[in-house]
């Protein structure tokens, strides 16, 4: 027997069972069932501004997936990468994400976040998309990713950036050329060379 909410609970099933809260006003669930469903137990409220219906499943990569839906322009970079990617044995104990220059702080309570800004020309060179747990993340793709530590490797730390670089060119389906053009364009190619020709 439908309930009053099945057409509300429909809307939430084809994206997943996870919305924001505005994608879902905007998707014709008002507010105040919103409120209600989370009353009843229909909904969980997963972060602020993000609910998920009861009966879905737990999202496997939900810090990653809560990010790119409360910080829709971040795209997740360095560690954060390099763990998706499995190129460190680093476990982030923040997200790191990268942001367009002049965008505000994100103000998340949760997950942390690392934010890095970089040039809005720059910001979109190298993501690809991956769809977790039906939603879009923005990821550095592995090439950018190491690049990208070499050129923060004082803030992510030097001994992170040769590990990401060693586990680069022990996986399969290694594309050294597109390494190095990311390497140029941040401008570290001349610090990488010498540790890339030691390990190839």
């Known amino acids: 027997m439908p309930d009053k909410f099945t057409p509300f609970k429909t809307i939430f099933e084809k994206h997943e069972g996870i919305l924001r809260a505005a994608e879902a006003i905007r998707l014709g669930v008002p507010e105040h069932v919103i409120y209600e469903m989370v009353e009843k137990g229909e909904l969980l409220r997963e972060a602020r501004g993000i609910y998920r219906l009861a009966d879905s499943e737990m999202p496997s990569d939900p810090d990653l997936v809560q990010v790119s839906l409360l910080v829709p322009k971040a795209v997740i970079c360095l560690i954060s990468a390099l763990y998706f990617y499995e190129l460190t044995t680093q476990i982030p104990h923040s997200i790191y994400v990268a942001l367009p220059q002049n965008t505000p702080r994100p103000r998340v309570q949760y997950p942390p976040l690392e934010v890095f800004w970089v040039k809005t020309s720059l ?24 690049a990208d530590c070499f050129k923060f490797r004082n803030r992510v730390g030097e001994d992170v950036a040769l590990e990401a670089l060693k586990d680069y060119i022990r996986q399969p389906n290694l594309d050294v050329h597109t390494l190095l053009e990311y390497a140029r364009i941040d401008r ?3 610090l990488m060379m010498p540790y890339l020709k030691s390990l190839l």
């Open 188 to 190: 570290v190619d001349k």
């Open 123 to 146: 910001h979109s060179v190298g993501v690809d998309v991956h769809v977790l747990d039906g939603v879009k993340v923005k990821i550095y793709n592995r090439e950018k990713t190491v």
